[in-house]
């Protein structure tokens, strides 16, 4: 099946510190990835849609200036948290979009717990 | 609008049945269902188009009523391994690739 790897899985930081966050889709080409937060046991909430090769389209209420997103192959997302601070803390899950195959769905990422300090 | 998913939690004993349902007040092209374990990533389990399928594996099954803009999962034997949170996403249109997760639904299944 379709795997995506996400790095790191956790992460502890300063506040007013960035982070970068990696997705990849290992045996698959995603021009669509897609970035989720979750806070516990809580649903899955649409952060922004990443395109290979454009720029990021992002939910109603997040900011784009925050939350940088750069799909720079069919392979690789990035999410880079700026000036993170306590409240950014949460569970970040990336998905990649697979239609080569009989299904068009998503994959997603083991995920990234961040936490703000 | 968040599709709403019912029941919220549910205890089984292993070997009982389960139904979870998946209601959206959007019109719906597609409902896919994963299954999410504390702590990991949600899996995919399979997915339905408009038409009104119903699709299954092993003992895992699901059903897309697209007038009634409802989906349910049904889940036979249940063994141990289906403990998690299950998700419905929602999509609306056909290329559109946004999903639209449910609010879950916790199962716990019990020796």
């Known amino acids: 099946g379709a795997v995506v790897s996400q790095h790191p899985s956790r992460v502890i930081c300063k506040s007013g510190t960035s982070v970068k966050i990696e997705c990849r889709s290992l045996?698959?080409?995603?021009?669509?990835m897609f970035w989720y937060r979750q806070f516990p046991k809580q649903s899955l909430m649409l952060m922004a849609t990443?395109?290979?090769?454009?720029?990021?389209?992002?939910e109603q209420g997040v900011e784009k200036d925050k939350f940088l997103i750069n799909h720079a192959s069919l392979t690789l997302s990035t999410l880079t948290v700026t000036s993170a601070h306590p409240e950014d803390s949460s569970f970040y899950i990336c998905s990649a979009r697979d239609w080569a195959g009989l299904t068009d769905t998503q994959y997603f990422g083991p995920g990234t717990r961040l936490t703000v300090l | 609008q968040q599709p709403v998913q019912s029941p919220q939690a549910v205890i089984l004993r292993e070997g009982e049945d389960a139904v979870i349902n998946c209601s959206s007040s959007?019109?719906?092209?597609?409902v896919h269902w994963y299954r999410q374990k504390h702590g990991e990533a949600p899996v995919f389990l399979m997915i339905?188009?408009?038409?009104?399928e119903q699709k299954g594996h092993d003992k895992i099954s699901a059903s897309f009523n697209e007038k009634k803009q409802q989906s349910s999962l049904y889940l036979t034997a249940s063994q141990l391994s289906y403990s998690g949170t299950y998700f419905c996403g929602t999509g609306s249109n056909f290329g559109n690739e946004k999903l639209t997760f449910g609010t879950g639904t916790r199962l716990t299944i019990i020796p």
């Open positions: 990443s395109n290979e090769g454009s720029k990021a389209t992002y």
């Open positions: 045996d698959f080409q995603a021009t669509t």
């Open positions: 959007k019109a719906l092209y597609s």
């Open positions: 339905l188009l408009k038409g009104g």
